[in-house]
T-cell receptor, first 113, second 113 residues
């Protein structure tokens, strides 16, 4: 059974710092991995999608990497801003039949002005 | 990408009543997905809604409690029936877009009193 963990559970940093969020999964047989952000009481916003054959994806100040063999993904946020404060979730998908996500518990990020 | 409009964004309801949540997508999609996120928990898939057929429910969720409609390829509703305080959660709808990237609505924050 796939299990997804995220470290750290919470993180508080001053504005401008670069930071790394970690996601680990136990079964390397994944179809893809997706990073989301969730603001309190709101829905999920897609940040980056990495297919199983890819090593990394970039969007603006965000960079996500995937090492499928070791069961790890990292989300790198450059030059953090207070607007980045949210919970960050990683989710792995088993295959492309329906949405069979396994979500991590999330990392709650606070960026202090 | 896909843009999803979900209504209502939040509601406070009396126990024993029902609430219908609407989800509208800006493009035609084969499957729409409904999730529940209980306080402090990760997302749990309730059911998959296909146009023109009965929804497929995940273990622990039944049609009598969570009836779903899917009248066309851009719209779906989820009803939470005979509500109790334990139904207080965020409810989200989701679709897949190109490359199996998942997009979510803004969520419906339900409080049952």
């Amino acid at each position: 059974k796939q299990e997804v963990t995220q470290i750290p559970a919470a993180l508080s940093v001053p504005e401008g710092e670069n930071l790394v969020l970690n996601c680990s999964f136990t079964d390397s047989a994944i179809y893809n991995l997706q990073w989301f952000r969730q603001d309190p009481g709101k829905g999920l916003t897609s940040l980056l999608l990495i297919q199983s054959s890819q090593r990394e994806q970039t969007s603006g100040r965000l960079n996500a990497s995937l090492d499928k063999s070791s069961g790890r993904s990292t989300l790198y946020i450059a030059a953090s801003q207070p607007g980045d404060s949210a919970t960050y979730l990683c989710a792995v998908r088993r295959d492309n039949y329906g949405q069979n996500f396994v979500f991590g518990p999330g990392t709650r990020l606070s960026v202090l002005p | 990408s896909a843009v999803i409009s979900q209504k209502p964004s939040r509601d406070i309801c009396q126990r024993g009543t029902s609430l219908t949540i609407q989800c509208q997508v800006d493009s035609q999609v084969t499957m729409m997905f409904w999730y529940r996120q209980q306080p402090g928990q990760s997302l749990t898939l309730i059911a998959t809604a296909n146009q023109g057929s009965e929804a497929t429910y995940e273990s622990g969720f039944v049609i009598d409690k969570f009836p779903i409609s899917r009248p066309n390829l851009t719209f779906s509703t989820l009803t939470v029936s005979n509500m109790s305080p334990e139904d207080s959660s965020i409810y989200l709808c989701s679709v897949d877009s190109g490359g199996q990237e998942a997009f979510f609505g803004q969520g419906t924050r339900l409080t049952v009193v």
